[in-house]
Structure formats: structure tokens, C-alpha cells
């Protein structure tokens, strides 16, 4: 099923400077798989050591919050839009 | 070789981060910067080379502050949601700017990136960090997360007047 991911600014430079790209997936996971394939240098910003989604990178199916559906199971349809928004954290000590 | 960066900020809002930090002490306080690149900043080094991240400076137009969402622990963490961001990307579009960055401060400790600021960190954005000691605002620092995540990197801030500025 053909849908659209949005890249978030900080991570344009590392997809040939685009703002979204289109990909034929089933579920959310294949999306950011293939993503992470065609702009491997999008992996490390995206996913820890472990592979799994860093904790301040969000994404959505159209207006939902995966995690409030099946995660990176959640099945897409053809016209979805993911979105990944980031989160800002940090602070002064460990 | 790396180009430096810079971050162009009036002083006017580089007083107003400051006063920020202090406003919330003993609290650390959280907010987008709003801007835009410098695009006759562009390194010719960076546009040969093909550089993932050419443009070298931006400059700083507006602030956004936002709620530290760390109720839990505000003295030490601060956290700006997804839902945040949205609304200050939104702030930012309505004054034809961008989110260039975020700043944040350090009640009695540097400004300098910490491990959690790494571990945290987007590429791209600018990271401003202003140490706040017993109330009283310091040193004001900004940096870039570099791309192997390993590291952030100084970004020189060249502080003007409101009129060289351009607002």
C-alpha cells in the first residue's frame, strides 16, 4: 500500500534534503524500514542500538500516536500519512 | 574539514533567554528558537564537498518559550512534547520563520551540553543553553549534535545590535 512519511527538518539533510517520501508498506515498521534503507545515515537518528525507536521520535498514522495503536505493527492502508515528530529533551546532569 | 557554525541572536532576545533562565530558576526553563538560515552562509568548501549540512549560520528572530513538561524532576530535565513542537512550528510558519532550534537552562551548572542533552538530541537544531547560578543568569552557549551522534559541537553565537539584526 503506497504511503507517504514525512521527514522532520533536522533529518532532511540525511534523505537528499526531501520533506516526505513514499513507500509501499503494510505497516508502519515496513515504512521506516524502507525509509531507513534507501537514507541509511536516517537509522542511527531514528532507532538506539537495540532497534528500537528512540524514545523523542514520534510517529504518527495520519493523526495518531502509534503507541496508542499496535506500534510499528500498526497496519497502514494506501493514503496513509506517518508523520515523525520529534520531542525535545535534555537537562543539566545525568 | 568541519565548517564552523554560527548563530546570529539581537541582543535583545539573547537578554530575553537569559531573563528566562532566571525567571524559572530554580527550574530549568525550555523554549524554541524561531529563525532562519543565513543562506549566503553557505561554506563553498560545504557545497563542493557536497556536505550534508552546508548552510554554516542562522539567525535567531524569535523565541517560543514553552511549559518544561519534567514536573516530575524541572530543576535537573526539561521536555518539550510532540504536540509543543507542533504548536511552535506553527508559531514559527505564521512569521514565515522555522524552528532552528531550542534553548534551555542549566540552574548552577554550565552551560554545557550534558550526557542526557546528547542522548536526547536532534541533528540540525541549535541547542542554546544558559547557565543561571543562585538566580543570577551566566554564560550562554550554543551547539549542534554532530552526525555520528557522538558529540556536540560549538556553535559560535555573534551577538547584535536589534537594528544590524534586522528586526
Redesign the interface.
Known amino acids: 500500500m503506497p504511503v507517504r512519511v514525512t521527514i522532520?527538518?533536522?533529518?532532511?539533510?540525511?534523505a537528499g534534503k526531501l520533506d516526505s517520501a513514499e513507500f509501499s508498506a503494510a505497516t508502519v515498521g515496513e515504512a521506516l524500514s524502507q525509509l531507513t534503507t534507501r537514507f541509511p545515515?536516517l537509522r542511527?537518528?531514528l532507532f538506539n542500538d537495540e532497534g528500537k525507536l528512540r524514545?523523542?521520535v514520534?510517529v504518527y498514522v495520519n493523526d495518531e500516536?502509534i503507541r496508542y495503536l499496535a506500534n510499528q505493527s500498526t497496519p497502514t492502508k494506501e493514503g496513509d500519512l506517518i508523520s515523525i515528530?520529534?520531542?525535545?529533551?535534555?537537562?543539566?546532569?545525568? | 574539514m568541519a565548517e564552523a557554525f554560527t548563530l546570529r541572536i539581537s541582543d535583545e532576545l539573547a537578554e530575553e533567554v537569559r531573563a528566562l533562565g532566571a525567571g524559572t530558576y530554580p527550574d530549568e526553563c525550555c523554549g524554541a528558537l524561531l529563525g532562519r538560515e543565513d543562506k549566503e552562509s553557505f561554506g563553498a568548501a560545504s557545497r563542493e564537498a557536497g556536505a550534508k549540512d552546508s548552510c554554516t549560520s542562522r539567525s535567531v528572530m524569535g523565541l517560543f518559550p514553552l511549559v518544561n513538561r519534567r514536573d516530575d524532576s524541572p530543576r535537573n530535565r526539561f521536555s518539550v512534547t510532540s504536540e509543543d513542537v507542533m504548536e511552535a512550528e506553527k508559531a514559527a510558519r505564521i512569521q514565515g520563520l522555522e524552528v532552528i532550534g531550542w534553548y534551555h537552562s542549566h540552574p548552577d551548572h554550565p552551560a554545557r551540553p550534558s550526557a542526557y542533552d546528547r542522548d536526547h538530541a536532534w541533528p540540525w537544531y541549535s541547542y542554546v543553553i544558559v547557565s543561571v547560578a543562585n538566580g543570577t543568569p551566566l554564560d550562554v552557549t550554543s551547539w549542534r549534535l554532530n552526525d555520528d551522534r557522538s558529540e556536540f559541537v560549538p556553535e559560535g553565537i555573534e551577538i547584535r545590535s536589534r537594528a544590524e539584526a534586522g528586526r
Open positions: 522532520p527538518t533536522p533529518l532532511r539533510s540525511y545515515d542511527k537518528h524514545s523523542f514520534n500516536d515528530i520529534p520531542s525535545i529533551a535534555g537537562g543539566c546532569s545525568r
